[in-house]
């Protein structure tokens, strides 16, 4: 139940502190008076979006707090968000500043909005006056069926169910997609692949056999050079130059000891004479390693054909992007094979999934089969007791598409006159839709352990003894839960434990909202007005009085 609620710089409300009481509480007040500024603040507390203009004009930030013995059922939430749990006493605050921005907290802990809008259904059910509006939403209709079958966590698995559906679809979509483009392409991708995965390419061949195919085609012309130079260095007639270098290193060896400078000129000459000695060598070695295989040379100049054929075909300016190329093709075949490997995983799954999904679809239809007369015959002794003597009230399930909700439809259907019953959003007046309303929200206050609920204004449209009858419905409630109910009939403000008063004054150029709880005679001026307005007569008088007792 909420405890007490403190609002600082909240619109019109500069400073509020409230006590609230177990059971009925009533909350009156002139129209405009700001009872919606209330709900507002205890909104935005419990999650609601905050903007600056919700600030007090003049103020750099609102606060508003409140203070929760909370259900044991939002243990696993808070603990979740590293707030500990203090026995169910809760006390929240969230500061919005001028900046728009909020921030908010548990038991002085830090938490983000999304926590507070996840406790917040289990703390407190606000009925403001648009919400009769949902009475027509399909949607709200099945979310009322659900909590009367108690089937309501057997519907958010199926939500959770259609939403692996949803992605695992697209999943798949995407995958198919995918590899429809590489089936198009795998004739190509694999010729390509095999082409070039066949020529058995190396980074640098093609340089290696340049250079080997300029030496083939030059063979003739190599040997003949290195035969002359191999003549030059041993001539036919005469001495060699290696002999000649040998006899001049002997003579200067003679005069080196007659002739100073001589024996440096006999080393140098010998060392001369081995280094002429190693370059014939290596030219006759070299002459021996040129190959003049015309085989050889055609067996080269096909393979820099095949490669440079190869480098066109592909639009590759070397052998390395030829290899590259390769494994991009090779990549793509793999990836089909992988993708169809994969498609076939999801296919299974999502298959499996589905089934989940209509076994799960079929056990919610048959506990809502199995509730719907039950929440209608429940409505319906309530719209009799409001006096609606002839109200008819019907719960009908039609098969729909599976879906996030299950593979059922719902249509509330009313008739106030005992006719055939038609769909409640297209035959209910106001005050017809405020007692099936208020009829719903006793009814599933017994199955939803809601240890709140606000009323605001659920009784508009209704007037004398049904209004007196609501009263004693919300009385009703009141016994075995927290019921604050924003009223402006005096047979519900009469009704309840505790009266406060929501009043409106000026100051200057600005309106400041109050809230305050009511004295016996207090309430009993209140409820008088209410009944005549603002003159009030000893009539009226007498007969709050009455309505008190």
């Not at 009769?132 to 966590?153: I, N, T």
């Not at 009511?518 to 009030?536: H, N, P, Q, T, Y």
Request: charged fraction near 25%; include cysteine.
């Amino acid at each position: 139940m909420l405890r007490s609620l403190h609002i600082e710089n909240y619109v019109l409300i500069d400073s509020l502190d409230i006590n609230l009481p177990e059971g009925l509480g009533i909350i009156t007040g002139q129209t405009g008076a700001g009872k919606s500024i209330l709900l507002g603040a205890l909104s935005l507390l419990l999650g609601a979006k905050g903007d600056a203009a919700q600030i007090s004009s003049g103020a750099q930030n609102c606060i508003v707090e409140g203070e929760f013995s909370a259900p044991e059922t939002i243990r696993p939430v808070l603990e979740e968000a590293d707030v500990e749990w203090e026995g169910g006493n809760l006390l929240i605050r969230r500061v919005l500043n001028a900046s728009g921005r909020s921030r908010s907290f548990i038991n002085d802990s830090p938490v983000s909005v999304q926590v507070l809008q996840e406790i917040a259904s289990s703390l407190v059910d606000i009925h403001s006056q648009h919400q009769s509006l949902r009475l027509a939403d399909k949607r709200f209709q099945m979310d009322v069926l659900d909590h009367y079958a108690g089937c309501a966590s057997d519907v958010e698995q199926c939500r959770r169910l259609w939403n692996v559906i949803l992605s695992e679809t697209k999943d798949l979509e995407a995958l198919h997609e995918r590899l429809s483009r590489l089936q198009a392409d795998k004739e190509y991708n694999t010729a390509r692949f095999r082409q070039l995965d066949d020529a058995r390419l190396r980074d640098g061949e093609l340089e290696e056999l340049e250079a080997e195919q300029k030496q083939l085609a030059n063979a003739e012309s190599i040997k003949e050079n290195f035969a002359a130079v191999s003549a030059l260095m041993e001539p036919e007639e005469g001495m060699s130059i290696e002999a000649s270098l040998k006899e001049a290193e002997r003579l200067l060896g003679k005069l080196s000891q007659l002739v100073p400078g001589a024996g440096e000129l006999a080393e140098r000459l010998h060392s001369s004479r081995i280094e002429l000695a190693d370059i014939a060598q290596t030219v006759t070695e070299m002459d021996s390693r040129v190959n003049l295989s015309q085989e050889r040379l055609e067996q080269v100049e096909d393979r820099m054909s095949l490669l440079y054929g190869l480098m066109q075909k592909h639009g590759c300016a070397s052998v390395a992007e030829l290899i590259a190329a390769r494994e991009r093709y090779g990549e793509a075949l793999f990836d089909s094979t992988a993708l169809e490997e994969k498609a076939a995983a999801l296919e299974k799954s999502l298959s499996e999934t589905r089934k989940a999904h209509l076994a799960l679809c079929a056990r919610i239809h048959s506990a809502r089969e199995k509730a719907a007369p039950g929440l209608a015959e429940g409505i319906q002794k309530s719209l009799r007791f409001l006096e609606l003597d002839r109200a008819v009230f019907e719960v009908g399930i039609q098969d729909a598409e599976p879906s996030a909700s299950g593979a059922d439809s719902v249509t509330f259907s009313f008739s106030a006159t005992g006719a055939a019953p038609a769909d409640v959003a297209k035959c209910a007046s106001g005050g017809e839709i405020s007692r099936i309303m208020l009829s719903l929200k006793a009814l599933m206050a017994k199955y939803t352990g809601m240890p709140t609920m606000i009323f605001d204004e659920i009784d508009t449209g209704v007037s004398g003894s049904a209004a007196d009858k609501m009263g004693q419905m919300i009385c009703k409630m009141g016994e075995s839960m927290q019921v604050l109910a924003i009223t402006h009939l005096p047979q519900v403000a009469a009704k309840g434990k505790a009266h406060f008063v929501v009043e409106k004054s000026a100051t200057g150029d600005d309106a400041v909202s109050t809230m305050r709880r009511l004295s016996d005679e207090e309430r009993i001026k209140e409820i008088a007005r209410l009944l005549s307005g603002e003159r009030i007569t000893p009539e009226a008088i007498a007969n709050a009085k009455t309505l008190l007792l």
